[in-house]
């Protein structure tokens, strides 16, 4: 079994794209002529975005919006070697700032962002 891709469900397709272009650097693989899927690309597997109403149809029922109150209890991480400059980009994009870059036990340097989809982030350098 491999891991090929993870699907966030977003009211605006195009927008979550665009966002994470701007916020993150990512690439744009595609965006479907309907504007109800799309892809960015991360290396061996792609970030993808699909409107509300094709995971209902997926799903056969209906489920939490990341973007309706708390962020969801999972989250998408970035790895960079600079935290603090991808954390003032993302923020610049128009990213919620959840918390800033900090120093864990380990080593790692982490911080967390909401994205106007309510995609929670962490960008944190590799382990």
Not at 1 to 11: G, L, P, Q, R
Not at 14 to 30: H, K, P, T, V
Not at 69 to 93: K, N
Not at 109 to 115: L, Q
Request: aromatic content about 10%; charged content about 20%.
């Amino acid at each position: 079994m491999n891991f090929a891709y993870t699907i966030v469900y977003v009211e605006d397709v195009g927008a979550s794209l665009d966002f994470f272009e701007r916020a993150f650097g990512l690439r744009r693989r595609f965006l479907h002529e309907s504007g109800a899927y799309g892809e960015l690309e991360t290396g061996v597997t792609t970030l993808s975005f699909a409107r509300h109403d094709i995971a209902r149809g997926n799903l056969g029922q209906d489920y939490r919006k990341a973007e309706d109150g708390a962020p969801l209890g999972m989250e998408i991480g970035l790895s960079t070697q600079d935290v603090p400059a991808a954390y003032a980009l993302a923020l610049a994009a128009g990213a919620q700032g959840l918390t800033p870059p900090m120093t864990k036990p380990w080593g790692q340097v982490v911080a967390y962002v909401r994205c106007p989809d309510g995609t929670l982030v962490e960008i944190c350098t590799p382990i």
